[in-house]
């Protein structure tokens, strides 16, 4: 179980890395195409920022979805508090956003969510889609 739950952090965090790394440059084009400079002009600590976060999502996923004891819905539950509590810390700690504004936190906090449930789907499909494969050869072995 250890060295799964190991292999998984190790993988959630390549993956958050490689996701966040993608979404800031998805955001410099977008915001760089619309003459918005806000995003850029901070862009290293920008890139930071996402990959922070996006490596906190991946790694409380990692660590949720290992643990047996939970059904699917509570996983997403906790994995959607771990992740937002990522994302408020990092926001916070780095001031990203203040208590001043909470219009931004709402829409930031919206939008990290929809990512998040964008890529919790791609997920949830592949491993569907794996569970098929896998019953349907032990359906042609007889086993099922």
Known sequence: ??????????FGTLCGVALGSFLTVAHAVIFDL???QHFTENFTVN?????????GFFISGA??????RFRTGAKLI????????????????TAWFSLE????????????LLVMLAVWLGFYFLDKN??????????????I
Not at 63 to 68: G, H, K, L, S
Not at 78 to 93: K, P, R, T
Not at 101 to 112: A, C, K, L, P, T
């Open 1 to 10: 179980m250890l060295k799964r739950v190991i292999r998984n952090l190790i």
């Open 34 to 36: 619309t003459g918005t």
């Open 47 to 55: 890139a930071l920022r996402i990959i922070l976060v996006s490596v």
């Open 63 to 68: 660590v949720i979805y290992e643990t047996e």
């Open 78 to 93: 906790i994995h959607i508090i771990a992740g937002s509590s990522v994302f408020l810390i990092v926001g916070f700690a």
């Open 101 to 112: 504004n909470y219009g931004v936190i709402v829409v930031r906090m919206g939008y990290n």
């Open 130 to 143: 794996e569970v098929r494969k896998i019953n349907e050869k032990l359906r042609g072995r007889g086993c």
